[in-house]
């Protein structure tokens, strides 16, 4: 037992310290439970077999593709209209129906499918969103003392009461407890949340303003303003020729910047948008919409002779308009160093096509656009080449370090490419996921639900690759989940936790009922920052009840007790899951728990303690 009490003490030192990544000490400490024989190698790993962590990695995969193909963005921007531009009137509305979902979806659930939403709002509002995720991670617990199935622990005592003979609690017997919780964190992390989560995003903002985005680029080079969209109809006569057959560029001076494809199914629900590169050898098909650069009275000309129909920017097909889009074709700037071997030739002799299967779209020369007739025009050093290709080619540049530098990184602006036309299919599956978990006549356990859903986001098409939503997971969560868990085993192994809590109650049971609900609820409280929630709701539940019919007094406050303090801890990012998920996408650290979640915690358990003999008189 003094054992696991001093690695349990090392282990909070170095969180608090934070010079040593949360992960990290959480392995260690599952080292030193294992060499010193408190646990065996099977109950050190089965964190990363429960239930609870394969369910987040499951849900950082939903989140991602929620996030991916543009969904967030979306449902952020109907927020964003309810709110205004007031920032007050927003962090309300994050509480509000964060705490609405959360008494229906799990805590963990409702943070993982509101994390993106609540991060893109936060992005497009201008403001941090640390400011938002932590208060978000709050609320869902919050939320979850709204209903019977909000939190493991209100079944936990539901069924402690009926096993003991009484009666048992109803759905929304705990709705009235659960909105003084959401009231009272909505008051105290107003202010908390706008003196330690409103962190600065100045130099990330900076440099982000400092790369171009794709619009900027499109719209410095005027891509799009000399831009034709060409219909290739069931008559037309180019139907089956290639490109290099048509030769555009000789007899029109026009180019195709891209061929989109019809959707490829005839299912509305599930369309797709095919992009391909324009190569020499690409065939003309029926139903093909060609992107064609160049004059637009040269592409009326050539429509005239190829019986091509003009689509309009503003029609829309596939359910979008017909816009620059770059799901797998994308763009970049070049730049030219003093070493290449291009300098002097020309663009023609660059073979930028046959080497890197890339289009030159323009040239930059200092303050000098060359946009028509570059062909021939010969390459100077500093020329910045604005490109086109895949983004796998475009990346591929970056590797001829001595020839050129690729500005910007081309797989990560890639990955900032929504999806958006998926974004129906990612909300049904997301629908799905949610009926699966709230209602009970699926019969689908939460975990497969969640594994359900993150397979169907990968196999829709929701990410560009499976290697995409392998990266949307945030393996320093969940290996500090993973690593945290076996500790409450080795708690309750050693006789810790039964130590600790029998003796707490034995000596406050002398003082009065109110004095012994204190007393329940702050040392379920204070074992929850060590210990999964219900692991703590398990171990004191008995123990409430017990101490209550000993001093004859009514069980169901002090149940409540058990319950909430070992929902409400808010000082450690591994006492629940929500903290933990959003601790990295917040950039939180050890201590902006103890700032803001402790004296939560410490409020919310001092008002509880005065209302609950009040709602369930003693």
Known sequence: MITTGII????????????????????????????????????ALSGFSNSVVIMMIGLFVVGGAIFQTGLAKMISSKILKLAGKSEMRLFILVMIVTSAIGGFVSNTGTVALLLPIVVSMAMSADISPSRFLMPLAFASSMGGMMTLIGTPPNLIIHDALVNAGYQGLSFFSFLPVGIICVLVGMAVLIPLSKIYLS???????????????????????????????????????????????????????????????????QHRFLKSVTQQMA????????????????????????????????????????????????????????????????????????????????????????TNYILKDFADERIHAGDVLLVQGSW????????????????????????????????????????LMVAMMVFDFIPVAPVTAVMIAAVLMVLTGCFRNVEAAYKTINWESIVLIAAMMPMSMALEKTGASEFISNTLVNNLGGFGPHILLAGIYFATSLMTMFISNTATAVLFAPIALHSAMQVGVNPTPFLFAVTLGASMCFASPFSTPPNALVMPAGQYTFMDYIKVGLPLQIIMGIIMVLVLPLLFPL
């Not at 020839?403 to 999806?419: D, Y």
């Open 8 to 43: 349990l003490l090392l282990s909070i030192v170095f969180f608090v310290n934070g010079k040593v990544r949360s992960d990290v000490v959480a392995l260690c400490a599952l080292i030193a439970l294992l060499l010193s024989g408190i646990l065996t190698p099977t109950e």
């Open 199 to 265: 962190k600065s995003n100045d130099s990330k903002n900076k440099n982000k303003h400092e790369r171009k985005t794709l619009k900027e680029l499109v719209k410095e080079y005027g891509v799009s303003n000399n831009l034709s969209l060409l219909r290739v109809g069931e008559k037309s006569s180019i139907i089956g020729k290639s490109i290099a057959q048509l030769n555009l560029r000789s007899k029109y001076g026009l180019n195709i910047f891209e061929i989109r494809n019809r959707e490829t199914t």
């Open 279 to 366: 190569g020499p050898t690409t065939t003309i098909e029926a139903g093909d919409i060609l992107y064609i650069t160049g004059e637009a009275e040269n592409a009326k000309i050539f429509a005239n002779d190829s019986q091509l129909e003009f689509v309009s920017k503003e029609e829309k097909i596939s359910g979008k308009k017909q816009g620059l889009d770059f799901y797998d074709i994308g763009i970049a700037e070049v730049v030219v160093m003093q070493s290449s071997k291009l300098i002097n030739s020309t663009i023609r002799e660059s073979e930028f096509r046959a080497q890197f299967n890339l289009n030159v779209l323009g040239i930059r020369r200092k």
């Open 392 to 431: 796998e080619n475009i990346a591929r540049l970056g590797n001829e370090d001595t020839e050129w530098v690729v500005i910007g990184r081309p797989l990560e602006e890639a990955a900032k490419v929504t999806l958006d036309y998926k974004a129906p299919i990612a909300a049904a599956i997301m629908a």
